[in-house]
């Protein structure tokens, strides 16, 4: 069941059009031209999703479910990010847009709620695919979605460009010609962690770690033991739980026993928030400091700042950032002015996966897929300017090379207002965390 | 091979985890049991039990008083449910019983979405339940313990209710045959309505109680639905008793076999289930041919 909260109908008019823009666009010089470099006439959504005034996108983010926190924050950004694009804004312009729209089209879209589950985004994107010939498809939270809707995307060759995932696999064995993710790895992520967390926490520590069990939670495992392993931490225990649990009581009993200096709290979301406070409640964050590899968009505030002081972890990215990238200045400041709180990273992703696809059209000049992808491909040699700085996607898996941030939770008497709960310790240069590209397993699809 | 004192702090953990699924599958059973309606509402009302002590911790700040202010709360929603849908349902197939109280339960998380918000709400612990306790063999959240005690007094007196006092043999010997009993002058339905507002009192208080512990959120009751079905399965449908006995033998496999490995905890618990009823369908203290 999708609760689609907003729809660009595709109605008679627009199918005229479409027919009419079809019919037009066969005789146009340009799509002539592009079939002559290898580019394919038509394929997927092109061109019959780019033919009328408008293009549609079709976004699935977690309204419900244990990620919907994180899906509720992205949808707010990807909506700012689309009116941004639509009002040819000085923040689009900034970030590389040439007007109004993309290539002076109108960005329509479709938001579903995919309930943190694979089956229903894929259900929902194959509508908007179908019924308004989505031209970018979008959104998840959760690598599992992610994944599923990179093979989505990869066999009806229809661009994605990935939403919140964390998962080694997103651009690593499951990674798709059609996919693009902008979020750190967890190989990145830890990778940019493990020296920050061995240095100040110091050497020859015993870690017990909770893990969510599918491929986000096992890929956090391996880069984050991996990324320790200099500093001689050992793994005390690993429990092992599934996605939407409740009460980890018994896990974290085990976790009480282990003997472990150090807890690794892998699970996300609300999961991450009921973790932690049972933690708390076992006494386990009294007997061992917590370390969150990738923190959760609200985590902070939903268990309240006490439980997150001096807490280590990562971010895609933290608002405070905009003290460092004068665009994420402006991105945090107009997302409070409409919003009235302080983007999550959640937000951001929308926000900047939604512009760098736009970008990516202009300098494609072309809806044509094949065309973008190249375009996203050969970004390293013509990076993008972003909230983070200047971001390029790397050609062989697709993964955004950008700087990742390693943060500590603040004491709550240091806060300056109330979503100012993270100091960014460091912000780690994002190439040299990139794995290595035949660590990843990655073997991309075809582009037709 | 796990040691043996983690053994017993998992088998005493099981027992806490499985008063809680105790309470939580009570109230689902005892609907069950003598209205005959299954109530899909169920984990929608538990999370609704959640969000009233969270509300009333607000302005109260003491968490007796929420769950006094909670449970008289609970009361009323249950009536109300009761009076302006269940009631006209008791006659239809069970689909349409399923169906209305599973859009019930829609409209209950969506209204508290709307006002809420989706992200988690913080419920604390209260004064005299924080901190760990020392148990000899393992430590323990003190509320989590006391949590057993509080459970084992409201499922007594509910069972005090059901089976020791004229209301609840008039409750059973309506579902036998509700015609006959009201032949004898004895209001039925009212009782059906007390039947099924203590249902779900049941579904609010253990939410009211397990709110300091999970993550309170609009969908939280989405899992322990799931659970609930789980455990009145294992004890047998519209039993009472069962649901008790069913709850603890739940906490106790989940909990004994994270022991082992937890990946594999609630794997045990449906292969249980799925065990049970193939050799007995109709639950360890269910009745075949009932409910």
């Known amino acids: 069941m999708d609760r689609l909260t907003h729809t660009g109908t595709f109605g008679r008019r627009d199918l005229l059009l479409a027919g009419a823009g079809l019919a037009g666009g066969l005789m146009l010089p340009g799509l002539r031209a592009a079939s002559a470099q290898g580019m394919p006439a038509k394929i997927g959504t092109f061109p019959d999703g780019a033919s009328g005034s408008s293009v549609f996108i079709g976004i699935t983010t977690p309204l419900t479910g244990p990620y919907s926190a994180d899906g509720t924050d992205a949808k707010l950004g990807y909506e700012l990010a689309i009116a941004d694009i639509n009002a040819g804004s000085p923040m689009a312009k900034k970030w590389g847009l040439s007007g109004k729209g993309v290539m002076g089209k109108e960005v329509k879209y479709g938001i579903a709620d995919s309930e943190t589950k694979p089956n229903v985004a894929v259900q929902a994107q194959t509508q908007f695919i179908q019924r308004n010939k989505a031209i970018m498809i979008t959104g998840s939270v959760s690598s599992a979605t992610a994944i599923a809707l990179e093979e989505l995307a990869q066999r009806e060759k229809v661009l994605n460009m990935v939403g919140l995932s964390g998962s080694n696999d997103t651009t690593g064995k499951n990674c798709q010609r059609y996919g693009f993710r902008s979020q750190p790895s967890a190989y990145m992520a830890c990778k940019a962690l493990g020296p920050v967390v061995g240095k100040a926490l110091g050497a020859n520590k015993k870690v017990a770690y909770l893990t969510p069990d599918y491929s986000y939670g096992h890929s956090v495992f391996d880069s984050f033991t991996a990324a320790v392993k200099p500093f001689g931490w050992t793994v005390a225990t690993q429990q092992v739980v599934p996605l939407g649990t409740t009460d980890f009581s018994s896990a974290l009993l085990n976790i009480a026993n282990s003997g472990a200096d150090l807890f690794v709290n892998i699970a996300f979301g609300a999961d991450a928030v009921a973790s932690t406070k049972q933690a708390d409640q076992f006494g386990v964050l009294k007997k061992m400091k917590l370390i969150v590899p990738n923190i959760s968009s609200f985590q902070a505030k939903e268990v309240g700042a006490p439980l997150m002081q001096g807490v280590y972890g990562t971010f895609d990215f933290w608002w405070t950032m905009e003290d460092q990238y004068p665009l994420a200045k402006d991105f945090v400041e107009s997302f409070v002015k409409k919003n009235n709180y302080h983007p999550r990273w959640g937000a951001h ?36 300017e972003t909230s983070l700085g200047k971001v390029w996607y790397r050609a062989e898996d697709h993964q955004l090379v950008r700087p990742v941030p390693v943060v500590v939770g603040k004491a709550a008497s240091a806060m300056k207002n109330p979503d100012d709960f993270f100091d960014v310790v460091e912000v780690v240069p994002g190439e040299p965390l990139l794995q290595p590209i035949g660590e990843t397993g990655c073997k991309m699809g075809s582009y037709t | ?125 209260p004064s005299w339940g924080e901190g760990v306790t020392q148990l000899g063999f393992l430590i323990y959240p003190t509320f989590r313990l006391e949590l057993i005690g509080i459970i084992a007094l409201i499922l007594g007196l509910l069972w005090v209710v059901l089976y020791r006092t004229s209301i609840g043999l008039v409750v059973r010997a309506g579902i036998e045959d509700a015609g006959m009993v009201g032949i004898l002058g004895i209001n039925v339905r009212r009782t059906f309505l007390l039947v099924f507002a203590l249902g779900v009192v049941a579904a609010g208080l253990a939410g009211m109680l397990y709110a300091p512990i999970v993550s309170v959120n609009p969908d939280m009751g989405g899992s322990f639905l799931v659970e609930s079905f789980v ?21 106790e496999i989940i909990s004994i076999t994270s022991a082992f490995n937890s990946a594999y905890s609630e794997v045990m618990l449906y292969a249980l289930m799925a065990l049970l009823l193939v050799v007995r369908p109709q639950g360890l203290f269910g009745t075949e041919g009932r409910v």
């Open chain 1, 349 to 384: 992703i929308g926000y900047m996966q939604t512009l760098l696809w736009a970008v990516s059209v202009e300098r494609a000049n072309s809806f044509n897929p094949v065309a973008v992808i190249k375009a996203l491909e050969a970004s390293k040699s013509n990076p993008y």
């Open chain 2, 1 to 125: 091979m796990p040691s043996l004192p983690l053994l017993l702090s998992q088998a005493f953990n099981g027992l806490a985890l499985g008063t809680l699924l105790a309470l939580v599958s009570s109230g689902l059973t005892i609907i069950l049991g003598t209205l005959g309606v299954l109530n899909f509402a169920h984990g929608a009302l538990f999370m609704v039990g959640a969000y009233a002590v969270y509300v009333t911790l607000q302005y109260t700040g003491s968490f007796l008083v929420a769950l006094l202010v909670g449970g008289v709360f609970m009361l009323v929603v249950g009536v109300a449910i009761e009076r302006v849908l269940v009631r006209l349902f008791y006659r239809r197939p069970p689909e349409d019983q399923i169906l209305v109280t599973f859009g019930v339960g829609i409209v209950l998380v969506e209204a508290i979405r709307a006002i809420f918000g989706g992200n988690s709400q913080r419920v604390p612990v």
């Open chain 2, 231 to 251: 455990v009145i399965v294992i004890g047998g449908l519209g039993s009472f008793p069962g649901a008790v006995v069913g709850g603890l033998i739940a906490g």
